[in-house]
Structures are given as C-alpha cells and as structure tokens.
C-alpha cells in the first residue's frame, strides 16, 4: 500500500546492539502492527497497537519493543535480547476490509 | 487456539493451466477470511476478504470461494505474472486487536 512506509528497506545489526525500524503510515488508520516472517513459516505477530500511545504484545513480542507517541507512526525496536533477529519485519495497518501491509524491512546480523 | 493450514506447498503449473490452491482453517467463529499475494522481497497485497460460507469473490484470473471449514483460490488460466506466494489468513469474532493468524503460504510457479 504506498501510503505505508518502512525504512530502512536492509538492516545490519551487530552483536548486542539495539536497532530500530521505522513505519510510517499516510492513510489516517488508528491501528498498526508489526509481524515477523520466516522462510517456511507464517507471519507472526510481535506487538499491535490500537491508539496513540497504547500497545499490546502479540504471540512474539520478547526481545523487541514499540512505541506509539503519534498516529502516523509505529517504531519496532529489536533489542539485544532477541536472539535470532534475523527476518523479514512487515509492518500494517487495520483498514476498513482488513490489514494492509508495507513493503518491509529485511534484517540481518553481521 | 486459531489455526490455518495451505496446501500445497509449492505449485507448479503450465500458462493456461488451471488449478486450486487450499486453505483449512479452525478459529473460534469466523469474523473473516482473507487472501494475499506476496512477490519475494514485498510486502503481502491484499487480494480478498470472505466473510460467510457460500461467499465467493473475483479479480481477473482469481476466484475465491469460502465453505465452513476452508476455502479456495482458483486460478484460471495463469500467466507467468501469477507467479508468486499466496497467504491466507483468518480473523476470529474473538479476541483483541483484529488479529489475523496466518497460514504458510502457498509457492505458485507459472511456466511458459
């Protein structure tokens, strides 16, 4: 949906270093999620948030953290705690049919 | 707990071939069911939302169709631009958030 955006589109992270990926969104949606997704595996769920400045954990949210200060934006941050970092971040937002997606974030540990 | 399971895998089909793909699921009351197409490198774009056995929905070469246990993806006549992975998910009446649950996908190859 290009009213969704994700940056960096590649992310290296180095041992214990935190790093944070961006999501912004244009549509004027209250919700936002982030997923993760393995090869193999379906999209999981690492935290949601239904308004500003309120968030929920999802099925995978150890090692990782959020924030919703505005409306229009949604940042992941992966900590030092999340062991296999490694995987392609998508971020949506809950429009009036069902979830759209940005084009994601791919990570990488060097 | 939700569950959606795709089948098959991976599918190979000739231009013009058509063919099925699955998609089982088990939620706690059906609020949705949803189909995506996702190009390697992207993220998944929304194709349909099905909300009630007997549903069905069409776009170009795609139909979906809804029962109480699963639903189908039929592709009708592909082109090589078919090419790509198909998700289903599914929304529960229950529950916060909206969340969907995901299944594997399913790997569609369109030959010339």
């Known amino acids: 949906d290009g009213g969704i955006t994700q940056s960096p589109k590649y992310l290296f992270r180095k041992e214990g270093q935190n790093v944070t990926l961006s999501c912004e969104q244009n549509?004027?949606?209250?919700?936002m999620y982030w997923y993760r997704q393995d090869p193999g595996q379906g999209l999981r769920l690492i935290y949601y948030?239904?308004?500003?400045?309120?968030?929920q954990k999802g099925d995978i949210a150890e090692g990782y953290s959020v924030s919703r200060e505005k409306k229009e934006s949604f940042p992941l941050t992966v900590t030092s705690a999340q062991k296999n970092p490694t995987a392609f971040y998508l971020c949506?937002?809950?429009?009036?049919?069902?979830?759209?997606f940005g084009p994601g974030t791919r990570l990488l540990v060097l | 707990e939700d569950q959606v399971t795709q089948s098959p895998e991976a599918l190979r089909l000739q231009e013009g071939e058509s063919s099925s793909l699955n998609c089982s699921y088990t939620?706690?009351?059906?609020?949705?069911l949803f189909w995506y197409r996702q190009d390697p490198g992207k993220g998944p774009e929304f194709l349909f939302t099905?909300?009630?056995a007997g549903e069905e929905k069409e776009k170009e070469r795609l139909k979906a169709t809804l029962t109480k246990k699963e639903s189908f993806l039929h592709i009708t006549a592909p082109k090589p631009e078919d090419s790509a992975t198909y998700l289903c998910?599914?929304?529960?009446?229950?529950?916060?958030?909206?969340?969907?649950?995901f299944g594997t996908g399913t790997q569609l190859k369109v030959e010339l």
């Open positions: 549509l004027n949606h209250d919700a």
């Open positions: 099905l909300y009630s």
């Open positions: 939620v706690s009351g059906l609020r949705g």
């Open positions: 998910a599914v929304q529960a009446l229950t529950g916060g958030g909206n969340k969907l649950t």
């Open positions: 949506a937002v809950s429009g009036r049919e069902t979830q759209y």
């Open positions: 948030s239904q308004i500003v400045n309120d968030f």
